[in-house]
């Protein structure tokens, strides 16, 4: 399945396996891929997605609304980006966090990936 630089394959599988590489050119997620595989048969959807915050551009933020998404979005709920860094004002400590983890921003994805599932 495509949509324009995005894509996704789906192949068959006995249970639930996510295997997730998102590729921004953003530099808060660096110049590697960030890449996770969850096998939701060894590992628990609450300990390693659910927590997940997930995380969006500022420039798309009037576009989503318009079209009826992210209604409830805010920089509480969400990790908002624009062109350089991350927007949210809770200090350096969530900025260091999420810089640090190569699976932030992976996780994240996965959770909306799954809940669309």
Same mark, same amino acid.
Do not use: N
């Given at each position: 399945m495509r949509?324009?630089?995005?894509? /996704? &394959?789906?192949?068959? !599988?006995?249970?639930f396996k996510l295997d997730f590489t998102?590729?921004?050119?953003?530099p808060v997620? +660096?110049?590697?891929n960030r890449h996770v595989v969850i096998?939701?048969?060894e590992h628990s959807?609450?300990?390693?997605? /659910? &927590?997940?915050?997930? !995380?969006?551009?500022?420039?798309?933020?009037?576009?989503?609304?318009?079209?009826?998404?992210?209604? +409830?979005g805010s920089l509480q709920n969400a990790i908002v980006l624009d062109?350089?860094?991350v927007l949210n004002s809770e200090g350096p400590a969530l900025r260091q966090r999420i810089?640090?983890?190569?699976?932030?921003?992976?996780?994240?994805?996965?959770c909306t990936c799954s809940a669309t599932r």
């Open positions: 949509d324009g630089d995005k894509w /996704a &394959r789906f192949e068959p !599988f006995d249970g998102i590729d921004f050119p953003h997620f +660096g110049s590697e096998d939701f048969a959807y609450a300990k390693e997605v /659910a &927590r997940a915050r997930t !995380f969006g551009f500022m420039q798309d933020v009037e576009a989503m609304r318009a079209a009826g998404l992210a209604l +409830g062109e350089t860094r810089r640090r983890s190569t699976r932030c921003w992976t996780r994240s994805a996965t």
